[in-house]
């Protein structure tokens, strides 16, 4: 491994120092490029296509084929071969039995690619593996997850998941990049200490599916449209 984060910082550095420009999608990512590569760089956030995610009532098909009628869904989704996401599902699975002990109808659902062999065949957890559309998944939940400890950017999935007009509970790294005001209540910040008994509050009286006001306002500003336009692609004519 340090073999290869060798390599990569190598090749990371030859093209930051040979570039016209860097596009960075956070502003911690413009930080450790001025601080690995003395480079500076222009900020594109990741965005969020809003026309494509969109509230919509959850499919009931869907709910027949998981079996999540009457369920409290909790949702966690992402790629399994990327490690921070391994790493936040394994807090999710570890702390899971404590919310099902108070919560018997709560159900989490895990979509995304390569999920591990012991995510699954584990009680109230549903895991999927990749899906053919993940807005009609994200629309099966009450409330998204995003327990995130470490990685990189601004998360598209916490972005897709407010588009949708879901609620999101993430830990502050998870949500990295994301104007954050305790008055909009689409997004809600917990620290992992206090993440699953928050995740219970919620629980107590979830938010119907697709039902937060707030969290598609708060999408609208992070719109690929409006980004995009934030640039000056002149400058990158040559």
């Given at each position: 491994?340090?073999?290869?984060?060798?390599?990569?910082?190598?090749?990371?550095?030859?093209?930051?120092?040979?570039?016209?420009?860097i596009?960075?999608?956070?502003?911690?990512?413009?930080?450790?490029?001025?601080e690995?590569?003395?480079?500076?760089?222009?900020?594109?956030?990741n965005?969020?296509?809003?026309?494509?995610?969109?509230?919509e009532?959850?499919?009931?098909?869907?709910?027949?084929?998981?079996d999540?009628?009457?369920?409290?869904?909790?949702?966690?989704?992402?790629?399994?071969?990327?490690?921070?996401?391994?790493?936040?599902?394994?807090f999710?699975?570890?702390?899971?039995?404590?919310?099902?002990?108070?919560?018997?109808?709560?159900?989490?659902?895990?979509?995304?690619?390569?999920?591990?062999?012991?995510?699954?065949?584990?009680?109230?957890?549903?895991?999927?593996?990749?899906?053919?559309?993940?807005?009609?998944?994200?629309?099966?939940?009450?409330?998204?997850?995003?327990?995130?400890?470490?990685?990189?950017?601004t998360?598209?999935?916490?972005?897709?998941?407010?588009?949708?007009?879901?609620?999101?509970?993430?830990?502050?790294?998870?949500?990295?990049?994301?104007?954050?005001?305790?008055?909009?209540?689409?997004?809600?910040?917990?620290?992992?200490?206090?993440?699953?008994?928050?995740?219970?509050?919620?629980?107590?009286?979830?938010?119907?599916?697709?039902?937060?006001?707030?969290?598609?306002?708060?999408?609208?500003?992070?719109?690929?449209?409006?980004?995009?336009?934030?640039?000056?692609?002149?400058?990158?004519?040559?």
């Open positions: 491994h340090l073999v290869k984060a060798k390599i990569v910082k190598l090749t990371e550095s030859y093209f930051c120092k040979h570039a016209n420009d596009l960075a999608v956070s502003t911690d990512d413009q930080r450790l490029f001025k690995y590569y003395g480079c500076d760089s222009s900020l594109l956030p965005g969020v296509d809003v026309d494509y995610f969109t509230p009532e959850p499919d009931n098909g869907l709910l027949d084929k998981y999540l009628k009457g369920r409290k869904v909790v949702l966690y989704f992402g790629a399994f071969d990327y490690q921070p996401n391994l790493e936040a599902l394994g999710l699975l570890k702390q899971w039995p404590k919310v099902c002990e108070q919560e018997p109808t709560a159900r989490l659902l895990v979509i995304g690619r390569h999920p591990p062999e012991w995510a699954k065949n584990v009680q109230n957890v549903i895991v999927t593996g990749s899906v053919d559309d993940i807005v009609s998944h994200i629309r099966l939940a009450n409330i998204i997850v995003v327990p995130l400890m470490s990685g990189g950017g998360r598209l999935k916490i972005l897709e998941a407010l588009s949708c007009g879901q609620t999101v509970l993430s830990s502050p790294f998870g949500a990295n990049g994301i104007p954050y005001n305790k008055e909009q209540k689409g997004l809600i910040l917990s620290e992992l200490n206090d993440f699953m008994d928050d995740l219970l509050t919620i629980l107590k009286k979830p938010p119907k599916p697709c039902s937060n006001i707030d969290s598609r306002k708060l999408a609208s500003n992070f719109e690929w449209n409006k980004l995009v336009c934030n640039i000056n692609w002149e400058n990158y004519v040559r």
